[in-house]
């Protein structure tokens, strides 16, 4: 069974990694991500991100001085359809202070699974394996779809 079979029906949250595996051609992870992203390019579901993934997304183009990768990072976050990006609020930033002190789960990790759950997305895919369980919130390690030949 291949990745888009095993995700709940709906939105997605999805974390950074899975944006860089997608613009750089990770040929690893490739064929496993490329089918959600054309979901979401042909609005059959959309992928969400907290807005840290900008951020982190953009600090190897800006080190390297590739202008150009990171203009594509920003347009693929911000300008894409089926792509949504949650800003943080305040309450989201109380919610992930909650989940490190309960957790010990790291800042960056807690905000992406607060955005995951506050927008109503029942799995989260990323190849973080440190992830502490979420109340209704699946997560799955993109590395179990790829062989390890």
Do not use: W
Not at 71 to 84: D, K, M, P
């Amino acid at each position: 069974m291949g990745l888009i079979t095993d995700l709940a029906p709906g939105n997605v949250a999805v974390d950074t990694a899975v944006f860089i595996y997608f613009i750089e051609e990770e040929p690893r992870f490739l064929p496993q991500i490329l089918p959600l992203f054309q979901e979401a390019d042909h609005g059959k579901r959309e992928l969400v991100t907290s807005a840290l993934t900008l951020l982190e997304v953009l600090v190897v183009p800006y080190r390297a001085g590739n202008r150009h990768l990171a203009e594509r990072y920003e347009a693929l976050l911000t300008r894409s359809q089926g792509i949504r990006i949650v800003e943080l609020t305040r309450d989201q930033l109380r919610a992930a202070a909650h989940l490190r002190a309960t957790t010990g789960v790291k800042t960056p990790d807690a905000l992406q699974l607060v955005a995951a759950v506050g927008t109503g997305c029942k799995t989260f895919v990323t190849n973080d394996r440190r992830l502490p369980p979420v109340q209704g919130l699946r997560v799955i390690q993109l590395s179990s779809y790829v062989s390890s030949e």
